[in-house]
């Protein structure tokens, strides 16, 4: 069983990863959780180097490293955790690629004829981003997606409160323009929209607990040995 969080940040995704990790622990199971970027140890070297902002990263390279960040995780974490029958929890996957370099960054447009989806992650594979992600991955599919939706200006208002609140400051792709979060946003609908089979789009708006019962129901119908394949 692979499940995926995603949203813009400060949609809560967090949150809701760790609750239903708890919950699926409460029921004598052993998820592997992950985030990305990170997860395993390239991909958290890769973090670093991503969310710096001192560094300048082009955005081909920024799809390249975030991509990179995900193929060392799925071959030396996800994939054997789901032979061996283990449910696997994912904060972002391909889905945030999509949304942030295709859309965000405008890669997608770029040789693609239907950009409307935030570029076309098409996983028929019909554009090449799309194509990009089942090589990056080796075909390797969520079986639910989690968009946890909320409108960009509250997803700030509460980034600022939070880094109020910690005496943190905004990391290199939290500091985007509002016109990047949007894009980012509006991918996101989009993608929903072109894969209702397998997102599930919920209102981050609404209390944790809410969200998380709402999760869990989802959940809990999911079949125990999806290998991700759906
Ligand atoms: P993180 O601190 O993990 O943010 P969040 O808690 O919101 O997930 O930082 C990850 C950042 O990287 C976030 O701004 C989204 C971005 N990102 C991409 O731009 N592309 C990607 O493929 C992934 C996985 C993340």
Redesign the pocket.
Known sequence: MFVTFEGI??SG??TQVRRLAERLRAEGRDPLVA???GGAALSERVRAL??DETLEVAPMAELLL?SAARAQLVEEKIRPALAAGRPVLC??FYD??TA??GAGRALAAEGDASPAAGGGDDEGGESWLGRFHRRVTGGLVPARTFLLRLDPEEALRRREDAQQQSSTAP?R??AGPARFHQRVADAYDALAARHPERFCVLDATEPPEALHAAIWEKVASLPRAADGGR
Request: charged share 40%.
């Open positions: 940040d400060g995704k967090t985030r990305e970027p991503l969310l975030f904060d972002r945030s690629t942030y370099q990391d792709m939290e």
